[in-house]
C-alpha cells in the first residue's frame, strides 16, 4: 500500500519540482510564469477556500487575495521549509480560516457552532469527489484513520475550527483532540507516502 | 508553555487549529528545534493534500482579475517579514484586534504579533516568555489582557464597550489589596480600546471602571470589567 501510494503521490498536480520551479520564475517578475502557476493552484486554492467558507462569493475573494498575494510574496518562498504547493495551500489555508472566525466572532459564536455542530465531519469524506487517482489516495488513507483521528482531522481542516472547538464538538478532552491530530497526521502522512 | 506542551501541539499547528497566540508558541520552538521543524514541514505537507483534495475549477472570471491586479502589486523582495500595504503598525493592530477580538484573547494578541513588523513595546510583551492572557469578566464588554511578570507590563484589550456616559471615561486600575494605582485610559471611540502599562507591583487584579473625564486617584464606582492576573 505504501509503494502504490508514493506512485499516486508523483501525479499530484504540481509535485514539487514544476510548481517549485514555476514559483522561481514568478519571483523575478514573469507574468507569463504566473500565469500557468494560476493554471496550476488556482483550484486547488479556490476548492479549499469554498470548502472551508461554503459561500462562493467569499470564496472567490479568498482566492483572489490568496493568488496575488503568492505574486506578491514569491520571493520570500524558501525551499528549506517545504513544498512550493504546501507553502500556497498552507497560505490558502490560513485567509480561509482567518475570514471564518472573524465572522464567528461578529456573529454570536456559540450558536454557530451548535449550528454547524449538526453537520458531521463525515460528509467530508463523501465530498472529496475521487475523480482523480491522488484523491481517492487521499480518501482512502483518510478512512484508515481512526473516527477519531479523522472527525478531529477534518474538523479542524475544511471547517477551520480550532482544538479546542473540535474538543467541544466530540465531546473528548483537550490533550486527547491534541493528540489524535497529531497522531492521525503522522499516519495519514506514512499512508500518503509524504517524505516533506 | 513547556517544549513537551508545544511539541505536542505540532499536529494542530499544521491543521491552523491553535489560537494565534499558541501558534506563535510553535513557532518560536521550532526556530530551534530542527526536529520539530522537519516534523512540522512533512505534516504541513500532509495537510496541503487536504486541501488539493478539496480542489473545485474557479468561475471563469476569476484568472483575468487575478491577472489584474498583480499588473498593479509590486512584488516583495526576498527575506522580508510579511506586513501589510498602506497600513501603519498600530492601525493596522487596531483593526486586525476589532476583527478578531471577541473569539479569544490569545487569537488578537498572536495576530497582533504575527503582523508586527518592527519592535516596540507592545510587540516586545508579546514576545515575552513569560507572557500568558487573560480573560475579562464582567458585565462592560469583552476584554483580554496579556500580561509579562518578566517585562513588568499588561496590555489591555477591550471592546463591544458602551461609550461611557457623557463627561465620563473609562480607566484601568492595577488593583492590589492595599488599594489601586490607574494604570491608564482607554482611549475614546468605538474601536477596540488597548492600554499598554507598566508597574504590575502588588497588583492581584487589573480592572477598567467608569470615572469623570481627567480621571480619579482611584476607582469611584464598580469595575465594569475585572482580569485576575496570574499568582
Redesign the interface.
Known amino acids: 500500500m505504501r509503494e502504490r501510494a508514493r506512485a499516486g503521490a508523483a501525479g499530484?498536480?504540481g509535485a514539487r519540482s514544476d510548481v517549485d520551479e514555476l514559483l522561481r520564475t514568478v519571483?523575478k517578475?514573469d507574468?507569463r510564469a504566473?500565469?500557468q502557476l494560476?493554471d496550476v493552484i488556482?483550484?486547488?486554492?479556490?476548492?479549499?477556500a469554498?470548502?472551508i467558507l461554503r459561500n462562493?462569493a467569499q470564496s472567490?475573494e479568498v482566492?483572489?487575495e490568496v493568488?496575488?498575494e503568492v505574486?506578491?510574496?514569491?520571493?520570500?518562498f524558501d525551499p528549506a521549509?517545504?513544498?512550493a504547493?504546501?507553502w500556497v495551500?498552507?497560505m490558502?489555508?490560513?485567509r480561509a480560516?482567518?475570514r471564518v472566525?472573524?465572522e464567528?466572532?461578529?456573529a454570536n459564536?456559540d450558536e454557530k457552532v451548535a449550528r454547524r455542530d449538526v453537520d458531521r465531519p463525515f460528509d467530508e469524506v463523501a465530498e472529496?469527489v475521487a475523480t482523480r487517482i491522488?484523491?481517492e489516495q487521499?480518501?482512502r488513507c483518510l478512512s484508515n484513520l481512526t473516527d477519531l483521528q479523522r472527525e478531529s482531522?477534518l474538523l479542524?481542516?475544511?471547517r477551520?475550527?480550532?482544538?479546542?472547538d473540535?474538543a467541544n464538538l466530540l465531546d473528548a478532552a483537550l490533550?486527547t483532540?491534541?493528540?489524535?491530530?497529531?497522531?492521525?497526521?503522522?499516519r495519514?502522512?506514512d499512508c500518503?507516502g509524504?517524505?516533506? | 508553555m513547556t517544549n513537551a506542551d508545544v511539541h505536542a501541539l505540532t499536529g494542530a499547528y499544521a491543521l491552523g487549529a491553535l489560537s494565534e497566540f499558541e501558534t506563535v508558541a510553535v513557532e518560536r520552538h521550532i526556530a530551534e528545534c530542527t526536529q520539530c521543524a522537519d516534523e512540522v514541514r512533512e505534516l504541513l505537507e500532509t495537510t496541503s493534500r487536504l486541501g488539493l483534495a478539496a480542489a473545485v475549477e474557479p468561475p471563469p472570471g476569476l484568472k483575468s482579475r487575478v491577472l489584474a491586479d498583480i499588473g498593479e502589486v509590486r512584488q516583495q523582495p526576498p527575506g522580508r517579514p510579511r506586513t501589510v500595504r498602506g497600513s501603519s503598525p498600530w492601525a493596522l493592530r487596531l483593526s486586525v484586534a476589532a476583527a478578531v477580538v471577541g473569539i479569544a484573547g490569545a487569537a488578537v494578541f498572536g495576530t497582533l504579533w504575527l503582523r508586527t513588523p518592527t519592535e516596540d513595546p507592545a510587540s516586545a510583551l508579546l514576545r515575552a516568555a513569560d507572557a500568558s492572557v487573560i480573560q475579562g469578566h464582567g458585565k462592560g464588554g469583552t476584554g483580554s489582557v496579556l500580561v509579562s511578570k518578566d517585562r513588568n507590563q499588561v496590555m489591555v484589550l477591550a471592546s463591544d464597550m458602551a461609550a461611557p456616559p457623557p463627561g465620563h471615561v473609562y480607566q484601568a486600575w492595577f488593583m492590589s489589596p492595599n488599594g489601586a494605582r490607574s494604570a491608564g485610559f482607554l482611549p475614546d471611540g468605538p474601536a477596540t480600546k488597548v492600554v499598554l502599562a507598566t508597574g504590575i507591583g502588588d497588583a492581584t487584579q487589573v480592572g477598567i471602571s467608569v470615572e469623570p473625564i481627567g480621571g480619579s486617584e482611584e476607582p469611584t464606582t464598580d469595575a465594569v470589567m475585572v482580569f485576575d492576573l496570574p499568582t
Not at chain 1, 488556482?42 to 479549499?48: K, T
Not at chain 1, 505574486?71 to 520570500?76: D, F, K, L, Q, S
Open positions: 499530484v498536480p519571483a517578475g507574468e504566473f500565469e494560476y488556482a483550484a486547488p486554492v479556490y476548492g479549499l469554498k470548502r462562493p472567490e482566492a483572489q493568488l496575488v505574486w506578491r510574496r514569491a520571493a520570500t521549509r517545504g513544498s504547493m504546501s495551500m498552507t490558502a489555508h490560513h480560516v482567518d472566525r472573524a464567528q466572532s461578529a459564536r472529496l491522488e484523491h487521499v480518501r482531522i479542524a481542516y475544511y477551520g475550527h480550532t482544538y479546542a473540535v490533550p483532540v491534541k493528540t489524535r491530530m497529531r497522531d492521525g497526521l503522522i495519514l502522512r500518503l509524504v517524505t516533506r
